[in-house]
C-alpha cells in the first residue's frame, strides 16, 4: 500500500487534500476492499490500538461503519454519544476529548453538530504534545471529509475497478443537486472534485445555493458552475449527488413547500434523461424519498450507487485510520 | 510633594497635533513643564530616561463589559479598572449589560459603590493609576428593549456618561421616542446598527470565508439596513447619535454619506475588528467570535481607512470577558467577545504603526481625544499646569499574553500564549 507519501496526522478537511493523498487513500482503500471481499474480513494493522469514536452528534449509519472499520483493523473501539455523557453535567468538548486520551485513545473519530469541534480538539492533543489523531466525521455544515473520500472511490471504483484514481475524473460533469448551503457533504465533495479535475456543477434555488459560492474555491484544478435551474446542470452529466433537505428550511423562509422544491429540483427518472445515458446517482443517505430523489430511483440499481456507498464507507474508513495510525 | 522628571520621551499631543521628543515635568499629578530639555527642577524630583518610551494622553474607553455584578466570576471591577490601567487607560466606560443592569439609580448606585470599594482595595497599585470609571445608563428597562429608563433622572446623576443598550434595539418605534425624549437632555447615545431578524444565527461576518468554514453568516446587511433606518431617525429627529460597532465597509460608507450631509452622527469600530478579519476564524478560536462578527477583507480594509481618514471617529475596546467554560465550546455556541484592554495599544501600535500604515499620532488620538470627544469629555491636554492624565508605554517591551500576566480574571483572547511586544508602563491621572 501506498503509504509513503502520507504524512497527516490529522483528517479534518479536504480543503487542502493533494492529488498523492487522494490517490493513496483511493488505492488503500481498494486493497482493503479486497480484504472485505474474503471469508475472514479483518486484517491485525491496529492491533492494539484504541479508536474512540466522540459522536457529539448522534448518527447512526456514520458511527456503525467507523465503528466496523476499526474492528476489521482489529482496533479496540470506544463509543461516546452525546445523550449518555456528562456534557450536561458542566463538562466541556475538551473535557470529554482528554477524557478518551486518558483511557489511551490513539484516534479520535469526531461528529459534532457544530462546525470546528474537530479541530478544536485536534488543536488541544497537539498543544499537548500528544500523537493521537483526529478525524472529522463531519462537523456542522463545514465539512465531512471521509463522506466525499467515499463518494470519490464509489465512483473512480466503477469507472476502474482495478486501479481508482482521481485521473479518472478529468473532465466528468458531475451535479450537485439540493441544499449546497447547508451540507458539510457538498463542501467536503466541491474540495476532492475540483482537486480532481471534474467540473462540478452545483444546482439548488438561490436560497440554498448563494452566488458567493462562484467564490469558494480558486485556483482549483477542476471549475465549479452554479445554476439556478436544475436542467443546465443535469445535461450531459456523468454522475448525479443528491443531498439531504432537511424538514427546517420552510420556517428559515429558505423554501416555500418540500412539494415546490421536489418539483423544481427533485431527481427523478424523467430528469436523468438530460444525462449522459450511463448516469449514476448518489446520495450520503438518509434520503428523504420523494423529496430529493424520487423512490423508485432509489432503489434501481441500473441508476443509484447508494448501496455501493454504503459499502465503499468501510473500505474507506479502514483506509483513513490505517493511514493516520501509520503516518509519520 | 513628589515630582518626576521623564528625560527625552517621545510626547505624542493629538490635540497639538504633534510628535516629539521632550522633557516632562510632573508634581502632584500636574504637568509642570513640557520642555526640550529641562535643566531646572526640584532636588528630589525622580529621574527617569525615558529613551524609546512613548508618553500620550491617557487612553479613553468607549465602552467595555464589566462581570460584576452578576458575573464576577467572569471580572470583577477590580480586575476590571486594573486591566484598564494596565492597558493604559485613565478613563473606562462601562456598558449596563450587568446583572442587576443600570437601569435605574439604584443601579447606578450599587456598581459605584463597587467602584469605590475597589478604589480604595486597590490604592496600593502602583504605578498605574486606576482609571476613572463611567457608566453607561441603559436606554431600555432590564435591557429588554421594550420600554425607555428613566432617562431624565439617569441623565442628572453623576457618573452616567451616556446611555446605550449595548444590544441592537430593533423596535424602531421605541428608538424614536427615546431620540426625541433625549434630546434636550443633551447626554451622549450610542447606538448598535443591527437588524436580529437579518443576523438570523449567523456567527461569522458572510461570505466565502463564512461558506468554506461552514458556519452560518451574519450578512453586512443586517448592520447597512439598521443603519440606514438609524439615520433616517437622526436626521428627521436631530439628537446626535454615536454609531457603535461599526464593522463593514457599507458602514462605513453610509457613515461617510451622513457625516457629509451634516448629521450630528460620531462612530467607532472595535480594535481587534481593525486588526483581523474573516481568515483569521479558519483555526475556529472561540475568542474571535465576536458581534459584530470580524468583517471580510474587504471590510477590514474599510474600516482601517475610514478611521485614518476621520469617516469612524474612535477605537473602541469592546472588552468582553467569559470564562474559561464559557468558551470551551462549539464556534458558533460560544457566546460572543474577547478581552482587549490589556491587548489593544500594544497590538495596534505593532500592527498600525510599526508596520508604518498609520502614524503614531493617527493611532493615538483614536485611542484618546477623539473617544473624549464622542463622550462629549474635555480630553487631556499634555501642557503646562494642566492635570497629568498620561500613558506611558514601551513599544519594545516584549511579554507572554497569559493567565499570570493578564490582570483581567478572563484570558478570551486569540492571543493567549503569544509573545507580542509593547506594554505600558506607567498612566497618570
Known amino acids: ?328 | 510633594m513628589t515630582s518626576e522628571l521623564l528625560q527625552q520621551v517621545r510626547v505624542i499631543d493629538p490635540v497639538t497635533g504633534t510628535d516629539q521628543t521632550a522633557d516632562i515635568l510632573i508634581a502632584d499629578s500636574v504637568i509642570k513643564a513640557v520642555e526640550p530639555q529641562i535643566s531646572s527642577f526640584p532636588t528630589d524630583t525622580q529621574l527617569r530616561n525615558c529613551q524609546g518610551l512613548v508618553l500620550g494622553p491617557g487612553l479613553v474607553d468607549l465602552y467595555s463589559h464589566s462581570g460584576e455584578p452578576g458575573f464576577e466570576e467572569r471580572e470583577t471591577l477590580a480586575s476590571l479598572v486594573s486591566a484598564a490601567a494596565a492597558g493604559g487607560f485613565t478613563r473606562l466606560s462601562i456598558l449596563p449589560d450587568t446583572m442587576p443592569p443600570v437601569d435605574n439609580l439604584a443601579g447606578l448606585a450599587l456598581l459605584q459603590q463597587k467602584g469605590l470599594g475597589t478604589r480604595k482595595n486597590s490604592s496600593s497599585l502602583t504605578p498605574h493609576s486606576l482609571p476613572e470609571v463611567y457608566f453607561w445608563g441603559a436606554l431600555t428597562v432590564g435591557i429588554q428593549g421594550q420600554q425607555m429608563t428613566e432617562l431624565a433622572e439617569l441623565a442628572a446623576a453623576s457618573g452616567i456618561v451616556g446611555f446605550a443598550d449595548g444590544q441592537p434595539l430593533g423596535n424602531l418605534a421605541l428608538l424614536r421616542r427615546i431620540l426625541e425624549y433625549l434630546k434636550p437632555l443633551g447626554k451622549p447615545v450610542a447606538l448598535w446598527a443591527c437588524d436580529r431578524t437579518l443576523v438570523g444565527n449567523g456567527a461569522i461576518r458572510e461570505g466565502a470565508q463564512s461558506l468554506r468554514l461552514g458556519l452560518p453568516g451574519n450578512p453586512a446587511i443586517a448592520e447597512s439596513t439598521a443603519l440606514a433606518a438609524i439615520l433616517e431617525l437622526v436626521a428627521t429627529i436631530g439628537t446626535p447619535v454615536h454609531f457603535m460597532r461599526v464593522s463593514t465597509s457599507r458602514g462605513v460608507e453610509l457613515i461617510a454619506e451622513a457625516k457629509a450631509r451634516g448629521l450630528p452622527i460620531t462612530a467607532s469600530t472595535s480594535w481587534m475588528h481593525l486588526l483581523l478579519d474573516t481568515r483569521a476564524i479558519s483555526s475556529y478560536k472561540t475568542s474571535l467570535h465576536l458581534e459584530p462578527p470580524l468583517g471580510n477583507s474587504c471590510d477590514l480594509e474599510a474600516l482601517q481607512q475610514g478611521m485614518r481618514s476621520g469617516i469612524l471617529d474612535a477605537i473602541a475596546i469592546d472588552h468582553t470577558p467569559y470564562t474559561y467554560e464559557e468558551k470551551t465550546v462549539a464556534f458558533a455556541e460560544a457566546p460572543p467577545g474577547a478581552i482587549g484592554l490589556e491587548l489593544a495599544l500594544p497590538l495596534l501600535w505593532h500592527n498600525l504603526v510599526e508596520t508604518g500604515v498609520w502614524s503614531a499620532l493617527e493611532l493615538w488620538r483614536c485611542l484618546s481625544t477623539h473617544p473624549a470627544n464622542c463622550l462629549r469629555q474635555i480630553p487631556s491636554v499634555i501642557a503646562n499646569g494642566k492635570p497629568a492624565e498620561l500613558t506611558l508605554f514601551d513599544p519594545q517591551q516584549l511579554w507572554t499574553v497569559e493567565r499570570q500576566t493578564l490582570h483581567s480574571l478572563a484570558d478570551n483572547t486569540p492571543w493567549l500564549g503569544q509573545k507580542i511586544s509593547g506594554r505600558v508602563l506607567q498612566t497618570w491621572r
Open chain 1, 1 to 328: 500500500m501506498a503509504t509513503n507519501t502520507w504524512t497527516r496526522h490529522h483528517v479534518l478537511s479536504l480543503a487542502d487534500f493533494t492529488t498523492d493523498e487522494y490517490n493513496t487513500v483511493l488505492q488503500t482503500a481498494a486493497s482493503f476492499s479486497e480484504v472485505l471481499s474474503r471469508r475472514t474480513k479483518k486484517v491485525p494493522t491496529l492491533q492494539g490500538q484504541v479508536v474512540a469514536n466522540l459522536f457529539f452528534e448522534s448518527s447512526t449509519r456514520t458511527r456503525s461503519s467507523f465503528e466496523l472499520a476499526a474492528k476489521r483493523l482489529s482496533a479496540d473501539t470506544l463509543n461516546f454519544t452525546a445523550a449518555t455523557s456528562s456534557l450536561t453535567k458542566g463538562e466541556t468538548i475538551l473535557d470529554t476529548a482528554k477524557t478518551y486520551l486518558a483511557l489511551g485513545t490513539d484516534m479520535m473519530v469526531i461528529r459534532h453538530r457544530e462546525a470546528g469541534v474537530p479541530q478544536a480538539i485536534a488543536a488541544e492533543m497537539d498543544r499537548l504534545g500528544v500523537r493521537v489523531g483526529v478525524l472529522n466525521a463531519g462537523d456542522g455544515q463545514h465539512e465531512h471529509p471521509s463522506q466525499a473520500l467515499l463518494d470519490l472511490f464509489t465512483i473512480c471504483t466503477l469507472l476502474n475497478p482495478q486501479q481508482p484514481q482521481v485521473e479518472l475524473l478529468q473532465g466528468k460533469k458531475i451535479a450537485i443537486v439540493g441544499d449546497i448551503l447547508h451540507s458539510r457533504v457538498a463542501r467536503s465533495n466541491i474540495w476532492s472534485l475540483t482537486a480532481s479535475g471534474a467540473e462540478v456543477h452545483l444546482a439548488a434555488p438561490p436560497t440554498l445555493l448563494p452566488q458567493m459560492f462562484a467564490d469558494f474555491g480558486t485556483d482549483r484544478l477542476g471549475n465549479t458552475f452554479l445554476h439556478w435551474q436544475i436542467e443546465p446542470a443535469l445535461q450531459n452529466a456523468d454522475f448525479v449527488m443528491t443531498l439531504r433537505l432537511q424538514k427546517e428550511r420552510m420556517t428559515q423562509y429558505l423554501l416555500p413547500s418540500l412539494r415546490e422544491y421536489h418539483q423544481l429540483f427533485g431527481i427523478t427518472r424523467d430528469r436523468l434523461q438530460l444525462c449522459k445515458p450511463n448516469v449514476k446517482v448518489l446520495h450520503p443517505g438518509p434520503a428523504n424519498r420523494g423529496v430529493e430523489i424520487s423512490s423508485d430511483l432509489m432503489d434501481d440499481p441500473q441508476f443509484s450507487l447508494i448501496q455501493a456507498q454504503v459499502t465503499s464507507g468501510v473500505a474507506v474508513r479502514m483506509a483513513l485510520l490505517y493511514l493516520m495510525g501509520s503516518g509519520v
